[in-house]
T-cell receptor, first 115, second 109 residues
Framework: DTAVSQTPKYLVTQMGNDKSIKCEQN?????MYWYKQDSKKFLKIMFS???????INETVPNRFSPKSPDKAHLNLHINSLELGDSAVYFC??????????????FGPGTRLLVL | EDQVTQSPEALRLQEGESSSLNCSYT??????LFWYRQDPGKGPEFLFT???AGEEKEKERLKATLTKKESFLHITAPKPEDSATYLC??????????FGQGTELSVKP
């Protein structure tokens, strides 16, 4: 009965590889997000999708490409991984629509380590 | 520029020793201020949403308050299980949350 789930939980890979992280929510929410948490625990928005449409795209390298096959899923594909991509990536979702003040619910995170 | 600053960065308390965490913010048009709790190795867990100055919300030993420039998270008679990192965030345009750097709370028995 997990609300927001992510796979994998841990990801260790070599520099230059391509990897994907998957996110699924069973809350019936329309809006989903990707956040990156660096080593100093600072959480920063990367992308947001509303009903499969990209609505937020922060200053993120082109190597990062989100994909939303349906409104319950938001995946993150990363090409040519670099050492600086090592971080914890969190998926989140919020209730339908873009009404202000909607609470976002977070997944457990994917810990990416690039060697 | 929208910004959130939390203080202190770390706080050590004895069990039962009440205290407050501060979240100062600047945002063009506050749509909501959120408090989350994050345990090591886990995702942020939602605690409170505050929408307007003067608003207060409570949950067990936690009470969140909001003014036009800052929010406080008051912890009354904390227990060791309250130990966690507490994150404050404001909602900006498009729904994105802008987070502070967090306050790491440690409560010793």
């Amino acid at each position: 009965d997990t609300a927001v789930s992510q796979t994998p939980k841990y990801l260790v890979t070599q520099m230059g590889n391509d990897k994907s992280i998957k996110c699924e929510q069973n809350l019936g929410h329309d809006t989903m997000y990707w956040y990156k948490q660096d080593s100093k625990k600072f959480l920063k928005i990367m992308f947001s999708y509303n009903n499969k449409e990209l609505i937020i795209n922060e200053t993120v390298p082109n190597r990062f490409s989100p994909k939303s096959p349906d409104k319950a899923h938001l995946n993150l594909h990363i090409n040519s991984l670099e050492l600086g991509d090592s971080a914890v990536y969190f998926c989140a979702s919020s209730p339908p629509g873009l009404r202000s003040g909607e609470t976002q619910y977070f997944g457990p995170g994917t810990r990416l380590l690039v060697l | 520029e929208d910004q959130v600053t939390q203080s202190p960065e770390a706080l050590r308390l004895q069990e039962g020793e009440s205290s407050s965490l501060n979240c100062s913010y600047t945002v063009s048009g506050l749509r909501g201020l959120f408090w989350y709790r994050q345990d090591p190795g886990k995702g942020p867990e939602f605690l409170f949403t505050l929408y307007s100055a003067g608003e207060e919300k409570e949950k067990e030993r936690l009470k969140a308050t909001l003014t036009k420039k800052e929010s406080f998270l008051h912890i009354t008679a904390p227990k060791p299980e309250d130990s966690a990192t507490y994150l404050c965030a404001v909602q900006a345009g498009g729904g994105k949350l802008i987070f502070g750097q967090g306050t790491e709370l440690s409560v010793k028995p």
